[in-house]
């Protein structure tokens, strides 16, 4: 078993084992990635193979997400507690034209907007990036904005408009986090206030990907970007903690969801030997190490990029040739003996899983918006 603990030594640590569900199975597409999962258990895909094509999974059966009219081509990012999807739609190869959407009870709708929505909160309130176009003609390449929509309204959150800024996540308090300047840095945007989160010491970058209901944040600090990063959680009483990596050997290591029991899950490792892990308890699992005898479907798992406030987890691994998305459901809690080293994962092609690392972000390579990473 693989837990690197950041407190104090145990003899062992309690720690959860999952059941896994193959859900690229059902896309029948070589490549998916679940995004999101709400506390329903509903969960949010993005497939590719001959097409690229998006999917809600609800009550143990796919449907299908169609991109805005006109467009045939799109990706999902975010799902909150109603059901209600965001996510990006443009005509395959047409540029950066990105359109953002919401999807609620079947039906996809523009948000009148150019630019890539990343996350929706219970009051549907959204937040995104865009570089400017249609209700925003001001803005201009290279400079990009953070925009928050509500109530029909959209509005760009931006201290200035000379540097970029991208909102990457937002809670039921309506707080965002996100990205801005050059190097880039993570900020919190509450009420009309920006706050320049800073970095782990010595550290150049930041970038701030999730928030939860008490204010807790996540993302990534590092010397020069994400390739070198350390996963981070954030609070306005700890400021950033460091929440190291997997192995020593690993490169970096990237938080991505966080709940509202200050669970975290992310990735760590190096572009050929990616590992998903859970923060938990003041300690480090891979998540390779929980699954439930049996219960593996036959995967080597290599993202997590959410966590829902009933412990489950969605992400991507590699099963039988293929990257497929994945569900992790809670089925027990036990002991688990105090860490050795983690052991390598099956090594895919560096392009293929450097696609992954970036997260979450479109399968479109047409995205202005700077990928979330």
């Known amino acids: 078993m693989t837990a690197i603990s950041l407190t104090a030594s145990k003899s062992a640590l309690a720690a959860s084992l999952y059941s896994v569900t193959d859900l690229g199975a059902l896309t029948g597409d070589p490549f998916s990635s679940a995004q999101d999962i709400n506390d329903s258990g509903e969960i949010i895909i993005n497939s590719s193979g001959d097409s690229s094509s998006s999917f809600l999974y609800s009550n143990g059966s796919l449907k299908k997400i169609s991109p805005l009219p006109g467009d045939n081509v799109l990706?999902?990012?975010?799902?909150?507690?109603?059901?209600q999807v965001v996510g990006n739609s443009l005509v395959g190869n047409s540029g950066f034209d990105n359109q953002a959407f919401i999807y609620s009870g079947g039906t996809t709708q523009s948000i009148g907007l150019n630019g890539i929505p990343y996350a929706i909160n219970d009051s549907g309130e959204v937040v995104g990036g865009t570089t400017g176009g249609g209700i925003f003609?001001?803005?201009?390449?290279?400079?990009?904005?953070?925009?928050?929509?509500?109530?029909?309204?959209?509005?760009?959150i931006n201290n200035n408009l000379e540097d970029n800024y991208i909102a990457y996540g937002i809670n039921n308090l309506g707080q965002a986090v996100g990205i801005f300047g050059s190097p880039s840095r993570a900020f919190l945007y509450d009420n009309g206030i920006i706050t320049n989160l800073g970095t782990l010491p010595g550290d150049n970058y930041s970038s701030a990907l999730d928030i939860n209901d008490l204010g807790q944040v996540v993302g990534s600090s590092g010397l020069t970007g994400v390739d070198d990063g350390r996963a981070f959680l954030y609070s306005s009483s700890t400021?950033?903690?460091?929440?190291?990596?997997?192995?020593?050997?690993?490169?970096?290591?990237?938080?991505?969801?966080?709940?509202?029991l200050g669970q975290v899950v992310g990735s760590s490792g190096t572009y050929n030997d990616l590992k998903p892990f859970l923060y938990s308890d003041?300690?480090?699992?891979?998540?390779?190490?929980?699954?439930?005898?049996?219960?593996?479907?036959?995967?080597?798992?290599?993202?997590?990029?959410?966590?829902n406030n009933n412990g489950q987890i969605v992400g991507r691994g590699a099963v039988n040739g293929e990257f497929h998305a994945?569900?992790?459901?809670?089925?027990?809690?036990?002991?688990?003996?105090?860490?050795?080293?983690?052991?390598?994962?099956?090594?895919?092609?560096?392009?293929?899983?450097?696609?992954?690392a970036l997260k979450r972000k479109t399968h479109s390579s047409s995205a202005v918006i700077q990928q979330r990473s």
Request: aromatic share 10%; glycine share 10%.
């Open 137 to 156: 003609p001001k803005l201009a390449f290279p400079y990009g904005a953070a925009f928050l929509y509500s109530n029909g309204t959209t509005t760009i």
């Open 239 to 260: 400021g950033l903690q460091n929440l190291g990596k997997l192995s020593p050997t690993d490169l970096f290591s990237i938080a991505e969801g966080i709940n509202n």
């Open 75 to 83: 990706a999902v990012e975010s799902i909150n507690n109603l059901g």
């Open 282 to 307: 003041n300690t480090l699992y891979n998540l390779n190490d929980l699954i439930a005898p049996g219960s593996d479907a036959g995967f080597t798992l290599t993202i997590a990029s959410a966590i």
């Open 326 to 356: 994945f569900l992790l459901t809670p089925v027990s809690s036990v002991s688990v003996a105090e860490p050795s080293s983690g052991f390598p994962i099956l090594s895919f092609g560096a392009g293929v899983i450097l696609f992954a």
